[in-house]
């Protein structure tokens, strides 16, 4: 790519005005510069990773001792009505493993109070939900670099701090901030890593960004395997998120971000940088304007317009639908393992590096079948999988290796289909309110995150029961999302009027000519 570059380079001058995306082909598109700090930004990104699913750990209920009456010692889990008293508290005198802690051994949420540790959870993705949309704005006003620090950094001392407290009051207080910060840093280190992408690895890239968090779940299993004691865990999990204090100065402002503001020498001096680190001649890169224009119009439309226009009301309330279902299936089955049987950390680690394939599967698809038939497919399969496990699990749940295998198929499925999703979103809705399209679809993603501990939590009373609301409502999806139209080799509508052209296309291709009105 890099020789490629050079030579056109040096064959003609670069054009003195373009848009950013076509300086990004001059300078080059995924060179030298653009891998060091989309690998540096990823990798740091890895300790907030694990702090999305730590809960798996550090509130795990492990098997206790309760005293009976007639004096022999029951041994119990969290599904043991004989080890609950009357008023649904843990027996007097249970005794937990002394080898292993957590925040229910320590603050007895067992019984009537095993709620609570997933409780913690949701608490932590509703933060998360806050955290996207207060650092998005953020992001926007102030820029990349600046914010992403201040969520690293404050969301670390947070967590050190979350190991200290000595109440569960404050633990989910804490829990609460750091899941506004980890979702600030989540989002930032998308855009950052991936906005000096060029246009044709773009794509790619952002596929590609689930799996440093698999990488990110794999480490925290690791970990969570040596350390069983929830504070030093909590402890060791967070704490290289400081590192981005060294590789901070080294980590450019968005060159993309610079030119929006009109601070359009500041993005030349690092465009000319990014040029000169990917082995490119030195060319003098300027941008056309920001279309004035283009701007008010886009301005002029808020989340309302997402539900006054047929067509895009369609579009909104399908993904939202969508988004919030693979959501709450992803983070389902995450948790979930606990409810499979056999080796927690196995499992945990097993079903995290299933997704690293998945992203291969996801090019795949993308470029063979589409965007709407590659989303029915993975939702149909996370489905089927579901389905599959939750017959097992019926009966009687001896088959733990087969229990653990459709889990672990299930989990491929929905986490190739997040990637799709992403894609898919991004192409659907118009420019004048994708923004504010992709912010309700990832408040929906949230919703369902928030949804999904308590799902696992039905699964004490009842296994399967997890395993059939998943798949019910990943089928449900899966039908939902061929109402969509297929945007794979067409350009991304700019207005209403062209997503209107994309549905009556779509219309006369299943024979039916009512256009985007037939939709509702």
Same mark, same amino acid.
């Given at each position: ?13 670069? +054009? ?9 082909? %001059? ?10 700090? $989309? ?16 809960? =798996? ?9 309760? +005293? ?6 029951? %041994? ?42 997933? *409780? ?33 950094? =404050?969301?670390?001392? *947070? ?32 855009? *950052? ?5 060029? +246009? ?7 596929? !590609? ?15 969570? $395997?040596?350390?069983?004691? !929830? ?91 969508? !988004? ?105 809705? +118009? ?50 999302? *061929? ?38």
């Amino acid at each position: 790519m890099a020789s490629t570059g050079k030579n056109f380079a040096s064959a003609q001058s670069v +054009p003195k005005r373009m848009d950013f995306d076509s300086a990004l082909q %001059h300078v080059g598109e995924f060179g030298r510069h653009q891998k060091r700090i $989309y690998f540096l930004v990823s990798f740091i990104s890895l300790p907030l990773c694990a702090q999305m699913l730590i809960v =798996v750990f550090v509130g795990a209920i492990p098997e206790w001792k309760c +005293p009976s009456p007639d004096g022999d010692i029951l %041994h119990c889990n969290s599904t043991s009505a004989r080890c609950c008293g009357e008023d649904g508290a843990i027996c007097r005198g249970a005794k937990f493993p002394s080898d292993f802690t957590s925040i229910a051994t320590e603050w007895n949420l067992a019984c009537s109070q095993r709620y609570k540790c997933e *409780l913690s959870q949701s608490i932590f993705v509703a933060g998360y939900m806050f955290g996207v949309l207060i650092f998005g704005i953020l992001s926007d006003k102030y820029g990349r670099r600046k914010p992403w620090l201040f969520a690293y950094i =404050v969301g670390g001392v *947070l967590a050190l701090i979350s190991a200290t407290v000595r109440s569960y009051e404050e633990y989910i207080v804490l829990r609460f901030a750091m899941g506004l910060l980890n979702g600030g840093g989540g989002l930032i280190t998308y855009v *950052l890593s991936t906005e000096s992408i060029g +246009p044709s690895y773009r794509g790619t890239a952002g596929t !590609w960004q689930q799996a440093f968090s698999a990488v990110g779940y794999v480490f925290l299993a690791i970990e969570a $395997y040596f350390i069983r004691n !929830w504070r030093t865990l909590t402890v060791i999990s967070i704490f290289p998120s400081f590192v981005v204090l060294l590789v901070f100065k080294s980590i450019p402002e968005s060159p993309r971000w610079l030119a929006s503001q009109g601070k359009i020498k500041e993005a030349e001096q690092i465009l000319r940088k990014i040029e000169k680190e990917n082995g490119f001649q030195k060319n003098e890169v300027v941008f056309l304007k920001t279309d004035a224009k283009g701007n008010t119009e886009s301005s002029q439309y808020g989340m309302i317009n997402l539900f006054t226009h047929k067509s895009v009301c369609v579009v909104t309330v399908i993904m939202m639908l969508i !988004w919030c279902v693979n959501s709450m299936v992803y983070y389902g089955l995450a948790l979930n393992v606990k409810n499979l049987g056999g080796n927690l950390y196995i499992n945990f680690s097993l079903a995290s590096l299933i997704e690293l394939p998945s992203c291969f599967v996801t090019q795949f698809l993308l470029a063979k079948l589409g965007r709407r038939k590659g989303l029915f497919c993975l939702l149909l399969g996370a489905s089927v999988a579901c389905f599959l496990c939750m017959f097992l699990q019926l009966q009687g749940g001896q088959n733990v290796a087969a229990i653990s295998i459709t889990a672990l198929i299930g989990r491929f499925f929905i986490s190739a289909s997040f990637a799709v999703l992403y894609v898919y979103s991004a192409e659907l809705f +118009p420019t004048v309110v994708r923004n504010v399209g992709m912010g309700i679809s990832s408040l929906s993603a949230r919703l369902g995150g928030m949804v999904a501990p308590f799902i696992v939590l039905l699964g004490d009373e009842s296994a399967p029961f997890p395993m059939f609301v998943f798949a019910c409502t990943a089928l449900f999806a899966a039908v939902t999302g *061929l109402r969509l139209h297929e945007t794979q080799g067409r350009p991304m509508p700019e207005t209403f009027e062209e997503l209107d052209e994309n549905y009556v296309r779509k219309q006369k291709t299943n024979g039916d000519h009512k256009g985007a009105d037939s939709l509702l």
